[in-house]
């Protein structure tokens, strides 16, 4: 399983990004897809995920209402969608996969996923 994210850039305070994660090495009907950013000094926090068989999506506090997590099941691309972008929001971003469960809870835990992206970095300027 590969996980190749992009999309990471810097960008003002209150503007846009959209990071994209492509998928490949096996079908991903039945995982589901995360989000994760680690800033300096910090650990690493859970941003979204969201189921590839239902669309089920999942936020952490600190994002809803801001960011947008989906996928393109053709594309084999999960996407992060990121509006009114603060400079709290600079870290690097990880996609990460894992077989669904039918706990939700555990995709909010960066323990649960087994395949991991390089990352992308965001950094947001004030």
């Known amino acids: 399983v590969q996980l190749v994210e992009s999309g990471g850039g810097l960008v003002q305070a209150g503007g846009s990004l959209r990071l994209s994660c492509a998928a490949s090495?096996?079908?991903?009907?039945?995982?589901?897809m995360g989000w994760f950013r680690q800033a300096p000094g910090k650990e690493r926090e859970f941003v979204a995920a969201?189921?590839?068989?239902?669309?089920?999506?999942y936020y952490a506090d600190s994002v809803k209402g801001r960011f947008t997590i989906s996928r393109a099941n053709a594309k084999n691309t999960v996407y992060l969608q990121m509006n009114s972008l603060k400079p709290e929001d600079t870290a690097v971003y990880y996609c990460?996969?894992?077989?669904?469960?039918?706990?939700?809870?555990?995709?909010?835990?960066?323990?649960?996923?087994?395949?991991w992206g390089q990352g992308t970095r965001v950094t947001v300027s004030s």
């Open positions: 969201i189921r590839w068989s239902n669309g089920l999506t």
């Open positions: 990460a996969a894992v077989r669904e469960s039918s706990y939700s809870g555990d995709y909010y835990y960066g323990t649960t996923y087994d395949y």
């Open positions: 090495g096996r079908a991903f009907s039945s995982f589901a």
